[in-house]
């Protein structure tokens, strides 16, 4: 990934940190899971995800008023450059594709909305 501040590629995903899940603008309070690729696998990890997601369409199911979900944003701050670049602690990158598969996800979304009875209309662009 491009760095914000040298603009090299050099900017990585640290290896422990904060992910956040946030769907059609809404997160819950837990809406964020630990990573550790110190202490867990990408299976740990992904399993972490499922639960996560798991926790979000229970809590989503019980609006009165659901939106279809259309935009679901994975990111994280735990980032670092290379160069040693003092990185803004506002700048969020996104994970899909770097820690969560695209298709992975799209996967996981369906089957969790058809278990909670949800639609999704995912923007191609935002997910």
């Not at 996560?52 to 994280?76: C, D, G, M, Q, R």
């Not at 602690?89 to 996981?108: A, Q, R």
């Not at 009875?117 to 191609?124: D, F, G, N, S």
Request: negative net charge.
């Amino acid at each position: 990934m491009y760095c914000p501040i040298c603009l090299n590629n050099t900017l990585n995903v640290n290896s422990r940190g904060v992910v956040h899940l946030v769907v059609n603008g809404k997160k819950m309070d837990s809406g964020r899971f630990l990573f550790n690729f110190n202490d867990m696998t990408k299976d740990e990890f992904l399993q972490s995800f499922i639960a996560k997601i798991e926790s979000f369409f229970k809590w989503y199911s019980n609006f009165e008023n659901k939106e279809p979900i259309a935009v679901v944003e994975l990111f994280t701050n735990d980032i670092a450059c290379l160069d040693s670049c003092k990185i803004p602690i506002g700048h969020y990158v996104s994970v899909i594709d770097l820690l969560v598969n695209k298709e992975t996800l799209k996967s996981l979304l369906n089957e969790h909305a058809q278990k909670y009875q949800m639609t999704i209309e995912l923007k191609e662009d935002e997910t």
